[in-house]
């Protein structure tokens, strides 16, 4: 058989730089159209265009460089990452058909009808117009049919994690490591641990918060409260200190006010941490209330109390299947294979 050739059509970095390394081993040959110039992407072959429309001309410019990039590589197949602008002009471009996978990461199916007509219809003609589908969360697939206005046949699928950490010996920390933005509401969260080591018993407790990003104010916050004693900030961690907070901590917290599915909370489920999430439809997919961790609804309760309530035993696990099951690189890897089989061993 010849050799297979992907080309793949993806914004930002991370979820796209993820995306190739999970699905590479499946192709001989790789090429990349992005929009931004980074070191994650200098061993892929890749070409840099502009996906805005803000230029008037680019809705015209972009579908014709993307198809000459198609008509000089050839590839066998095509993946775009995110329902946008540059999924528009790929749709366009790719005049001979070749067969396409549309990665919706959900926000974008959520987010970019409500920008404007103009991009509720490039979205519809996306998802009218591709073979095959993924995305990482159930509740991105009713937005996805509702779109298209039919049922698509969506794989559900992400990047997955690489198992880098086992539970260990438990100590009383409760570990938060999403970025230090308004979106993930880091300020709530030292709020809710004030009160939950306002009980005594719980005096030995301490929040570890890391990343990045508005430290100083944090950590006034924790002042004004009277608990900095009991808050570390360790800032931007690499993987394998990631892993060790995760490995000792009890309890692992984020309460974004949007989300889809976080790597990190399926790391901190494999590394036997409670995880404690906002009542998001992506996070139930993965949280069952009072099962297998605690989603909150009530920002201004004890919500914290409620995790030590729970079978952790069972907690512990559940969470450990679920992970081998669904959230590990090799589960998801498959997935994505078994649409690639559909293609080329049909």
């Not at 995110?82 to 919706?104: C, E, G």
């Not at 009072?290 to 309530?309: C, M, Q, T």
Request: a neutral charge.
């Amino acid at each position: 058989m010849k050799n297979k050739k992907l080309l793949v059509v993806g914004g930002g970095v991370i979820h796209t730089y993820n995306i190739i390394e999970l699905i590479k081993g499946y192709f001989d040959d790789i090429f990349l159209i992005t929009n931004v110039q980074d070191d994650k992407f200098k061993d892929i072959k890749h070409e840099v265009l502009t996906f805005s429309f803000s230029n008037p001309l680019n809705p015209f410019l972009l579908p014709h460089k993307i198809n000459k990039i198609i008509r000089d590589y050839k590839p066998d197949f095509i993946v775009i990452i995110q329902v946008d602008t540059a999924a528009f002009s790929t749709v366009i471009a790719n005049r001979k058909k070749i067969p396409t996978l549309v990665i919706a990461l959900g926000s974008d199916v959520l987010t970019i009808p409500n920008k404007g007509y103009l991009y509720k219809q490039m979205a519809k003609f996306v998802l009218k117009r591709v073979k095959y589908f993924n995305t990482g969360a159930r509740y991105a697939v009713n937005k996805m049919n509702e779109l298209s206005g039919k049922d698509l046949d969506v794989v559900i699928a992400n990047s997955g994690f690489e198992p880098g950490c086992k539970p260990m010996p438990k100590q009383n920390i409760i570990y938060s490591n999403r970025l230090h933005q308004s979106l993930y509401r880091i300020p709530q969260i030292i709020e809710a641990f004030a009160r939950f080591i306002g009980n005594k018993e719980r005096d030995d407790w301490m929040l570890v918060i890391g990343a990045t990003g508005d430290e100083d104010n944090l950590k006034q916050k924790a002042k004004e409260l009277g608990i900095e004693d009991k808050v570390e900030f360790i800032g931007w961690v690499e993987k394998q200190e990631n892993n060790y907070y995760y490995s000792i901590s009890k309890i692992w917290i984020s309460i974004p006010e949007s989300d889809c599915t976080p790597i990190s909370l399926m790391e901190a489920m494999a590394a036997g941490c409670i995880p404690i999430m906002s009542d998001l439809d992506a996070n139930k997919e993965w949280v069952e209330e009072g099962k297998n961790g605690i989603i909150v609804s009530d920002y201004n309760s004890n919500y914290i109390e409620r995790a030590l309530n729970l079978d952790y035993d069972f907690l512990l696990d559940y969470n450990l299947k679920l992970m081998e099951k669904e959230g590990t690189k090799e589960a998801n890897r498959k997935k994505f294979y078994s649409i690639f089989d559909k293609e080329f061993k049909d």
